[in-house]
C-alpha cells in the first residue's frame, strides 16, 4: 500500500528520500514521486512505474546544486484507488497557481467527501491535473493558507471525511513540514539535528531506532530535529517515545532470492519468538500476561470472537477450532469487513480478538472499535509493535515474528496459529481441560520450531513438485476440520504470488459442486494429515483421482496409504493435527513459492497486492 517517507535535517534530502523509497517498494505500488524544498521553490518530481524509474528520470542529483541545498523533503509510493497508475497522478501534489507550488503533499488513505471538496475548490477558480482525492487535500489546504502550515493543514483536515497519514510543505516556510495522521499510520523517527517521518519503521531504522507514533488527528510541525506535536485545535499534546527493538538486517534479504523465501526460512525462530516465555510446560497451560485476564474473568467470558482478514483471517479459523476443541468453549471466527457492516450481536461476554500483522488494515481497525462500542473486551494479535491496533486495543499479544516485508505472509501466520493455540490452551486450562491434557498440548506448541525444521528440509523435494505445476492455471484445495483453514491458505498463497486460479472446500463439500470441475487440467491438493477425518479425506482424493484429477497430498510422514493414493506427495513431521496446521502450510509455502519462481512471478510484489490495506 502507499509508502510515505519525508526529512527535515541538514542533510541533502533527495538521497535520503530516495533510499527510504527503496524500503517502502514490498508494501507494493505503481508510482513514486519526491519534493523537495530549495532556493526557495518546492520542486516535485514523479514517474509512474518503479522506484529505479524516478531516480533515473533525477539524472546526476547529487552533483545537482538544487538537490543538494535541499534539506527539507516529502515523498511517496503510491498504490493507485482513485485514477490509473499515470505520473499525474503520483504524489506529491503540488497545489498553487500558474506553475507555482504553494504547498505539496503527499497522502496515504482516502479523502471520501473529495468530489464535494473538489466541486467547492473547482468553483473556486482551482485547476486539478490528477484524478486522485490527494490532490484535492493539497488545495483544500492551500485555499486555508496564510502564513502558518500548520494552521492550513489543521483547518483542511477538519474539513476532510476520510482517513490520512500526510506529509507537506509550504513553498513560504522553506525549513518546516507538518505531518498528520487519521487511520494510516505515521512514524516519526528522531536523528541528531534531523528527523525522518515514515509510513512504516523500515523506512527509518537505518537513521534512528527513536520513534514517536502518532494518533489519530495529531498533527507534528517539523523543523530539523525539532518535533511539536498538536491537536487539531491546536492545543500542544506529548507523545510517548519508544524504541524500535528489530535491526535493519531483519528487514534485508539475508542472502536469499526474495523476501518470501527468507521469511519462510525464519519461522522455526519466528515460533521459538512467539512461545518464548510463554507455554508452561509444568503447568499446561500459557502464560499471556498481555492479555491482562485473571482466570476468573477468563471463566466469564462466553464466546472467543475472532475477527481478521486475508491470512489473518485463515489463521482466526484454527483458533476457533482449537478453543471449542481443548476449551470447549463456543468460538467463532469472521471476516472483519463483515463483522463491521452487519451490526454484529457482541457484548461484554464476548472476547473479541482481532488479529493483524500490521495491526494497520483499515476493516480490522474499524472492527475492533465497532467491538468496543458494543462493550466488548477486545485484545489484538499483532506483529507490527505501536501499531494502530495493538495501542487502540490496549491488551493483547505480539507475535515477535520479526519485519514482515513479502507482501504474502508467511510467517506471520504460523505465528499467529501459536499463538492461537496458547490463547486456546489457557482458556482450556480455566475451563475443563486437565494438567495432564495440558502438558501434552504445551509439548506439542513447544516443539513446532523443530517440526517446521524439518519441514524445510524438504525444500528440494517440493521445488520438484511445483515443476509438474506450472501449466495449470486452476487448482483446488481440499481439507478437513483443523486442515480446512490449510486449504483455505494454501490456495490463498498460490493465487497471490502465482496468480494460478485456486479455491479451497471443505473435503466433504467437493461433492456439491466442485466435482464437476474434475479433469485431467484440475489437480487438487489434499490435507491427508494423519488425524480425525483423513480417511474420509482419502476417500474425496478417490473421486478425484477416478475423474482424472492429479492429487498432490501433504501427508504425515511414513503414511503409506496415503503415499498409494497420491500422484505427489509431501510428507510432514507426525503431530497432532492442530499443530499439522503449522507443518502443512509451511510445506505448501514452500509450494507455492516455488512454483511462482518458476513462472517468473515476482515473488515479493505480486501484482495488485499491498502488503497492508488501509482503504477499505
Ligand atoms: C493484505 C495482505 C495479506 C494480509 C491481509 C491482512 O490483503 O496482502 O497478506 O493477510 O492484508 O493483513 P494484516 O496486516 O491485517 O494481517
New binding site residues.
Given amino acids: 500500500m502507499c509508502g510515505i517517507i519525508a526529512y527535515s535535517g541538514n542533510r541533502s534530502a533527495t538521497p535520503i528520500l530516495l533510499n527510504g523509497l527503496r524500503k517502502l517498494e514490498y508494501r507494493?505500488y505503481d508510482s513514486a514521486g519526491i519534493a523537495i524544498h530549495s532556493d526557495n521553490t518546492i520542486h516535485i518530481y514523479k514517474q509512474e512505474g518503479k522506484v529505479e524509474n524516478l531516480v533515473q528520470s533525477l539524472g546526476n542529483y547529487e552533483e545537482d546544486p538544487t538537490h543538494e541545498a535541499g534539506h527539507v523533503g516529502i515523498a511517496h509510493t503510491r498504490w493507485a484507488t482513485h485514477g490509473p497508475p499515470t505520473t499525474a497522478n503520483a504524489h506529491p501534489h503540488g497545489a498553487g497557481q500558474d506553475g507555482v507550488n504553494r504547498i505539496a503533499l503527499v497522502h496515504n488513505g482516502i479523502i471520501e467527501n473529495y468530489r464535494d471538496l473538489k466541486l467547492k475548490l473547482e468553483g473556486e477558480g482551482c485547476v486539478f491535473l490528477s484524478d486522485t482525492d490527494s490532490e484535492v487535500l493539497s488545495f483544500l489546504i492551500d485555499s486555508h493558507y496564510k502564513d502558518d502550515l500548520a494552521k492550513a493543514v489543521s483547518a483542511a483536515l477538519k474539513e476532510v471525511q476520510g482517513t490520512f497519514g500526510i506529509a507537506c510543505l509550504a513553498k513560504a516556510e522553506p525549513h518546516k513540514m507538518v505531518v498528520a495522521r487519521r487511520g494510516s499510520p505515521i512514524v516519526i523517527g528522531l536523528g541528531e539535528d534531523e528527523t525522518i517521518v515514515a509510513s512504516d519503521a523500515s523506512a527509518i531504522i537505518s537513521h534512528t531506532r527513536q520513534v514517536i507514533y502518532l494518533d489519530d488527528n495529531d498533527v507534528a510541525i517539523i523543523e530539523g530535529g525539532k518535533v511539536d506535536i498538536r491537536t487539531l485545535d491546536a492545543r500542544p499534546v506529548k507523545r510517548e517515545t519508544s524504541d524500535i527493538d528489530w535491526s535493519e538486517d531483519a528487514a534485508e534479504k539475508g542472502g536469499y532470492d526474495h523476501y518470501m523465501l527468507k521469511e519462510i526460512y525464519e519461522q522455526p525462530t519466528a515460533i521459538r519468538n512467539s512461545i518464548r516465555g510463554r507455554v508452561d510446560l509444568d503447568k499446561g497451560t500459557a502464560v499471556l500476561a498481555g492479555l491482562g485476564l485473571e482466570p476468573r474473568e477468563i471463566v466469564d467470558i462466553q464466546r472467543l470472537l475472532i475477527i481478521?482478514?486475508?491470512?489473518?483471517?485463515n489463521a482466526g479459523l484454527v483458533g476457533e477450532y482449537a478453543t471449542e476443541d481443548f476449551a470447549g468453549m463456543l468460538s467463532e471466527v469472521e471476516q472483519a469487513a463483515e463483522f463491521r457492516y452487519r451490526n454484529p450481536i457482541v457484548g461484554s461476554k464476548d472476547m473479541v480478538v482481532a488479529?493483524?500483522?500490521?495491526?494497520?488494515?483499515a476493516d480490522?481497525l474499524a472492527a475492533v472499535r465497532e467491538a468496543q462500542e458494543k462493550g466488548a473486551l477486545v485484545a489484538g494479535l499483532v506483529?507490527?509493535v505501536g501499531s494502530t491496533?495493538a495501542r487502540e486495543t490496549g491488551r493483547g499479544i505480539y507475535l515477535h515474528a520479526g519485519p514482515e516485508i513479502s507482501?504474502?505472509?508467511t510467517k506471520?501466520?504460523t505465528c499467529q496459529v501459536s499463538v492461537l493455540l496458547m490463547i486456546a490452551l489457557k482458556f482450556a486450562r480455566s475451563r475443563r481441560l486437565s494438567r495432564e491434557a495440558g502438558i501434552q498440548i504445551a509439548k506439542e506448541i513447544h516443539r513446532l520450531p523443530e517440526l517446521v525444521e524439518e519441514v524445510l528440509k524438504q525444500n528440494d523435494h517440493i521445488a520438484k513438485i511445483a515443476e509438474d505445476f506450472t501449466n495449470y492455471t486452476s487448482m483446488f484445495y481440499i481439507g478437513r476440520g483443523y486442515l480446512f483453514p490449510v486449504a483455505l491458505e494454501g490456495a490463498?498463497k498460490i493465487k497471490?504470488i502465482s496468480y494460478i486460479h485456486a479455491e479451497a472446500y471443505h473435503a466433504a463439500e467437493l461433492k456439491h459442486g466442485p466435482i464437476a470441475l474434475l479433469e485431467e487440467s484440475m489437480p487438487v491438493v489434499a490435507l491427508l494429515n494423519e488425524g480425525p477425518g483423513k480417511e474420509k479425506t482419502l476417500g474425496n482424493v478417490e473421486e478425484c483421482r477416478a475423474r482424472k484429477s492429479p492429487v498432490l497430498g501433504v501427508i504425515t510422514e511414513g503414511d503409506e496409504d496415503a503415499k498409494a493414493n497420491c500422484d505427489w506427495y509431501i510428507e510432514v513431521p507426525k503431530s497432532p493435527q492442530y499443530t499439522a496446521t503449522i507443518t502443512s502450510t509451511v510445506a505448501l509455502q514452500l509450494f507455492s513459492y516455488h512454483v511462482a519462481r518458476l513462472k517468473g512471478c515476482p515473488i515479493d510484489q505480486p501484482r495488485n497486492?499491498?502488503?497492508?490495506?488501509t482503504v477499505e
Fill in positions: 507494493g481478521g482478514c486475508g491470512t489473518s483471517m488479529i493483524s500483522q500490521s495491526g494497520e488494515t480490522t506483529n507490527v491496533i507482501v504474502a505472509s506471520a501466520f490463498l497471490e497486492l499491498a502488503k497492508s490495506v
